[in-house]
Nanobody
Framework: QVQLVESGGGLVQAGGSLRLSCAAS????????VGWFRQAPGKEREFVAT????????YYADSVKGRFTLTRDNAKNTVYLQTNSLKPDDTAVYYC?????????????????WGQGTQVTVSS
């Protein structure tokens, strides 16, 4: 049974940082692309960042480029999202996903597995 479990969300002031984690089990993690998406109230889920495979550089949405960093630890079956210089517009539920496909995956439907999400709230 595949499971993805996010953690690390919380309430932070604008300009602050959070480190989100996503622990995976039940799948050959190193062979999967992993990604982070987010969904704000009343909005659709949007792409944030992805690491296609362990030997590929991470790819980011323009809205977070330079502020967020995705890293993956295949030995721990875990992917991290370091979020810096947070803004109120970053407030959302953040989800991690896993896709059994090569290449950069930025579309929600390309991901077969999802975690339950972790809430990030940035106050102004």
């Amino acid at each position: 049974q595949v499971q993805l479990v996010e953690s690390g969300g919380g309430l932070v002031q604008a300009g602050g940082s959070l480190r989100l984690s996503c622990a995976a089990s039940g799948l050959p993690f190193s062979n999967y692309a992993v990604g982070w998406f987010r969904q704000a109230p009343g909005k659709e889920r949007e792409f944030v960042a992805t690491a296609p495979r362990s030997d590929y550089s991470a790819y980011y949405a323009d809205s977070v480029k330079g502020r967020f960093t995705l890293t993956r630890d295949n030995a721990k079956n875990t992917v991290y999202l370091q979020t810096n210089s947070l803004k109120p517009d970053d407030t959302a539920v953040y989800y991690c996903g896993a896709a059994a496909a090569l290449g950069v995956r930025t579309r929600e439907y390309e991901y077969a597995y999802w975690g339950q999400g972790t809430q990030v709230t940035v106050s102004s």
